[in-house]
């Protein structure tokens, strides 16, 4: 009898989160899809391309940033249903306490969080990836793109109608390691070529010590000089290209894990690394202790009125999305360390939920 009351819990309150999941990804298609179209309605691209990239966009924003807040909408909504029906008491009787429903519900959601982890992540992390490649292909700013790859950093720049490639082996503080810049005629014919160990990218003028600049004539002869000081303006600094190796969203968790030495040897920061690691370890429990909030501001709460739980949902979801912002900036400021910077907020989730446990259990 027991394994059929918790197949029954399991299943009702599983299709009420797949319920919960397709609202939340209908609702972000459609707003994204405004936004993509907008973007697009200036370009050559197929009418169909907006809707693509909102598709391949959706389910990262979904299954990984906003699954905690799905989650605690959908246990307020299942322990709501299966109280206003009485079922707390007919459950009972069958010896299930209402502290029992909590944790057999708060499991699924924390083994819903590992497979987020490790199967649905990769994929998600992947499309994220399409969706930069391409939308950066119709970007405004064509002329100047930036990519980041096994080989190091590549960056493409138009300069004086002449085609210029960039290549660094990884980016260490402001400086890219191990550069090489071709600056091709046209984009067909190159002409010159620098090399160096070390540039200074802190400004878009960047500062290069002992530069060789091979000089490429029309004969195909090569003429070298040696630059003790050369000086190279580019389009990217140091800001623009750490925007670019603070999105990790195209990483996925196990290559975060199994990459992370090349990921550092790439130029990724460890911090950032480190704290976006530590926030995929943390999804687990961060779900299993919505979902026990939301059985606290439900099982404990005397009312029926739905507009009070709305309420209360709404409060407690920005609440939440306060605590963590106010935890990652206060991280980013190096008040915190970047993994208490992501486990504060659960610490502090966890503390409410076990005097909320303790009221639950009495009832």
Known sequence: MSNKINNYLIIRFSKIVFNGILISICLGLILNLFEEIEFFKNTSASPFLPVVLTLSYIPNLMFVNLMPFIIFLSAMYFFISIKQNNEFQTLKVFGYSNLKIVLIISLITFLWGI??????????????????????????????????????????????????????????GINLIGVSINILEKGKKINKRIETEKVDVSNNIWNMKNAKVFNFNDKGDIQLVEEPNYRFESFYNIEKLNSLYKNLDTISFIELITDYKKLLMRGYEKATISEKINSFFALPFFLALMTILAAIFTVNNKTNTNVKYLFIAVLVVALVFYMKDLSVALGKSDRLSPEMSVWVPIVIISLINSIGLLQINER
Do not use: C
């Not at 391409?134 to 096994?150: C, P």
């Open 115 to 172: 497979i987020v982890l490790v199967l649905v992540n990769p994929f998600t992390s992947n499309m994220v990836k399409y969706y930069e490649q391409t939308k950066s292909n119709y970007s405004k700013d064509t002329d100047h793109l930036v990519t980041i790859n096994r080989n190091g950093v590549w960056i493409r720049e138009i300069k004086e109608n002449n085609l210029v490639i960039i290549n660094a082996k990884r980016l260490e």
